[in-house]
């Protein structure tokens, strides 16, 4: 059924075919063709616009036209099928070099201050594809923005562990919420620990990630942390 409604238009003649967009469209709605993004069909995009931040040339609007409904069961099913193709490619592409999909080598005795324990790239959540490898039966932290700034020792909490950051307050939480379940639903988790800050605000990435494990009728235990102002890390229940 067409009805007047947002949806995303992208303008050919300034689209120069980056592919930045295409990882931050969390229903798999856009597609480089013949070097230029293209809408893949009106019923694959909700009209939220998470995608337009991240094209360089500013080719990409919201317009108001008639269209076919937005059709979520097919979007999941887009994604789905974008999964089954690249899950035997070692790294996805993006289209931005710097967003590619790398694993690298942690030490197994990884300590002291110069020691990484960050295994993965990329680490922000809208970045990561929900068939990423890394992904597949691991234990994750979903952790808010200001989390690494924060808490001391931010890094060492990575350890044997997939972090993914995102903020709760200035982005846009559809995406966000489209992400997760996509990586809920497919990944196999053993476990998501949610560390945020004490702030109201911040609780809206706990809120999140316990939704979209409803929607994806996963089962893996979630740990809500806060961290404190002063860098101290409690269970958000004792805090209430």
Same mark, same amino acid.
């Given at each position: ?8 238009? #992208? ?26 993004? +293209? ?29 076919? *409904? ?55 959540? +809208? ?8 992904? +597949? ?56 620990? #949610?560390? +945020? ?26 740990? *809500? ?16």
């Amino acid at each position: 059924m067409k009805t007047m409604r947002k949806i995303v238009q #992208i303008d050919e003649n300034l689209c120069n075919g980056c592919g930045q967009c295409l990882p931050n469209c969390a229903e798999g709605a856009i597609a480089i063709v013949d070097g230029k993004a +293209r809408l893949k069909a009106d019923k694959l995009c909700d009209g939220l616009g998470a995608c337009l931040g991240h094209c360089p040339m500013d080719a990409i609007r919201i317009t108001e036209r008639e269209a076919e *409904d937005f059709d979520e069961a097919a979007a999941h099913a887009e994604m789905a099928a974008g999964a089954s193709k690249s899950a035997a490619k070692p790294t996805l592409g993006c289209g931005c070099p710097g967003s590619n999909l790398m694993t690298f080598a942690v030490p197994a005795a990884a300590s002291g201050p110069g020691q990484s324990h960050l295994g993965h790239w990329p680490v922000k959540l +809208r970045l990561v594809p929900p068939d990423a490898p890394f992904l +597949r039966g691991a234990e994750v932290i979903l952790a808010a923005d200001c989390a690494a700034v924060a808490l001391p020792g931010f890094n060492a909490h990575l350890a044997g562990k997939i972090v993914m950051i995102a903020c709760p307050k200035f982005d846009a939480p559809e995406p966000h919420l489209h992400k997760l379940v996509e990586i809920f639903r497919h990944s196999g988790l053993h476990k998501v620990h #949610i560390l +945020r800050m004490e702030v109201p605000c911040c609780a809206g990435l706990a809120s999140l990630a316990r939704q979209a494990a409803q929607m994806a009728g996963a089962a893996f235990p979630i740990e *809500d942390m806060v961290v404190t102002r002063t860098g101290e890390v409690k269970p958000a229940d004792i805090l209430g």
